[in-house]
């Protein structure tokens, strides 16, 4: 090893769910939404504004931040947004988990968090979901450097009432609580109605699943004024200008449409308790969803067979090899055609 | 103070240039190119491909690495991309600064330096520039952490020669030497074909500037391998999904246009130098610029008043309150029509 490598930060870097991309698949690996984004958004990206291409951005992203701020019926001050909501996790991470004390967050959860940790170097503690995938929130009330966790959680899909979401915030005060609400718009409660109350409270959404956008990358933030006044600062202090043009015109027009945006919901909603009533008929037995994916298993199929089996006939789903849920997959609800050659497989394959 | 906000991560932000928005603005305050981008860019916008907006983007960014490796004439493994060189110097500052020595940097340059050493607590020391703003070669021979400096450098447009950028990598071997090349493209030799001697030289470019796309955000880095592969493991336990699929199919675009790449620079040098006869003749001195901008000063008029005159007349220019370089200005070179309007200004206010 050269010397320069000594002062190299090694990590163990995050592995994103493979993006095969085959003209016959069917995708049911990363939980993109199976619906293009709201029509608004391929217009406008049809009239592209040549001048703003070669101008820098509006760092402060006004346009979508206003956008959202209207939508959610808060302060523009009150919003934050950054390229995807990975990116406004890590900001957050960076800028709020700085204490001595490790922060806490959900064992089976989504497994980038251990990486931020690790790359910031914030001490943090993994607590065990109980036996039925479900965060305990006594296991949240002790000291610690602060707290995060999805909700619904991933990838059980599993989601907390609002009043044990608020349970956990109100024993907290003194460090800020995250609650990552990427899949909150498939009938699961947002915790935004709690950020007045809350001055501590960090509700992160994206536009990648109830949007169409992951390819957009978009994701924001909202609490107090406060809170994203710090998060602005550390943002500002590691890339000024984000978000780009396109980013900005498509994002406004996705959270325009809310009409489009209910439909979509609503009909992937739909599909998901159709897929329930019909996977629970093969056998298979999952948490309750309230996302846009199921994390299904199989008392006779091992998940692990399955998952190469599904592979091999171009259907892409997701497994993970851990402790406690590699008889599990998660399964992203597509369309009910894709869905239908999913139910076809399962169905010759159990045969 | 609240108790949560004790383990905030407390920042001096870098502040952005303005970006005003008005019709019958000059901006020549951001250095931004003052033509449009590629005609492919346009051209791949208005037929988006709407599947890919629903998707995550290549997490890898191929297409755009493999056209940098084949524009650069490097292996894809030695290319990394980022939202804009200060993402990639971000990442950098993350990945190979973090020694107990301080890093050396320009005491004038680019103010992002001291502002990610502050936000990722990096020891840093600031090298004065010699009476002619030049880099003193041999103040970077001393032990030190890492070293980073923009050649041309800004805000002062003075390029060193290749000789002198070897001799401090040269001296360097046992820690990562940077070299910022956003302006690299009008007129300096770039360090790009160091890159193969030595294994710690990490060369980093923008398409803000000599490929007019500000507007989306995207810079790159080139090295050896091993250099990347750190870069990119650090970059994906940060985000793991940075460019978004419009980035992508631009930069492509960007960098395959090597003639219309080369049609604007060749302008925007021409006019540059025609800036030179012009300001010199009207009294003015600045350092020789191999840039896309000039950094001026007069004996009888201070810069900060004439700042604030061309501002009321909707030019806009940079005005850095700094010690020894409070009374210049640093002009991006516009288009001819843009320059001449500058110039019709100053003669008026000289008058």
């Known amino acids: ?74 302060k523009p001050e009150q919003v934050f947004v950054g390229v995807g909501s990975d990116d406004v996790l890590a900001m957050a991470f960076m800028t709020f988990f700085n204490s001595e004390k490790p922060i806490l967050f959900p064992d089976i959860s989504y497994s980038f968090y251990p990486v931020w940790a690790e790359e910031f170097r914030i001490p943090h503690t993994r607590v065990a979901l109980d036996e039925n995938f479900c965060i305990r929130k006594e296991d949240y009330y002790g000291e610690n450097g602060g707290i995060v966790f999805p909700n619904p959680n991933a990838p059980t899909a599993l989601a907390m009432g609002l009043d044990d979401v608020e349970d956990i915030i109100r024993h907290n005060p003194d460090v800020v609580v995250i609650v990552d609400e990427a899949y909150v718009d498939f009938g699961a409660e947002s915790a935004l109605k709690l950020v007045e109350k809350y001055e501590n409270l960090l509700v992160v959404q994206t536009f990648s699943k109830s949007r169409s956008l992951a390819g957009m990358r978009i994701g924001f933030a909202i609490g107090s004024p406060k809170l994203i006044k710090y998060l602005n600062d550390v943002k500002y202090s590691f890339n000024s200008y984000t978000l780009n043009q396109t980013s900005l015109a498509c994002g406004v027009e996705a959270v325009k449409d809310q009409a489009y945006f209910n439909e979509t919901r609503t009909r992937i909603m739909k599909t998901r308790e159709h897929a329930k009533e019909v996977l629970g008929e093969m056998g298979f037995s999952f948490p309750d969803s309230k996302a846009n994916f199921l994390f299904i298993t199989h008392p006779d199929y091992p998940a692990k067979e399955l998952f190469q089996a599904l592979r091999q006939k171009d259907i892409y789903v997701r497994y993970f090899d851990q402790p406690r849920i590699n008889n599990y997959l998660r399964v992203t609800i597509g369309t009910d055609e894709q869905m239908e050659a999913f139910y076809e497989f399962l169905r010759d394959y159990m045969r």
Chains 1, 2 share one sequence.
């Open 1 to 74: 090893m050269s010397t320069w490598e000594e002062n190299v930060r090694k990590v163990t870097p995050y592995t994103p769910g493979e993006q095969p991309n085959r003209p016959q698949m069917i995708k049911l690996n990363t939980n993109e939404n199976p619906y293009p984004p709201a029509p608004g958004v391929a217009k406008v990206l049809r009239h592209p504004d040549e001048d703003a291409l070669r101008r820098y951005p509006d760092p402060a992203a006004s346009v979508l931040v206003n956008a959202l701020a209207e939508n959610y019926h808060v």
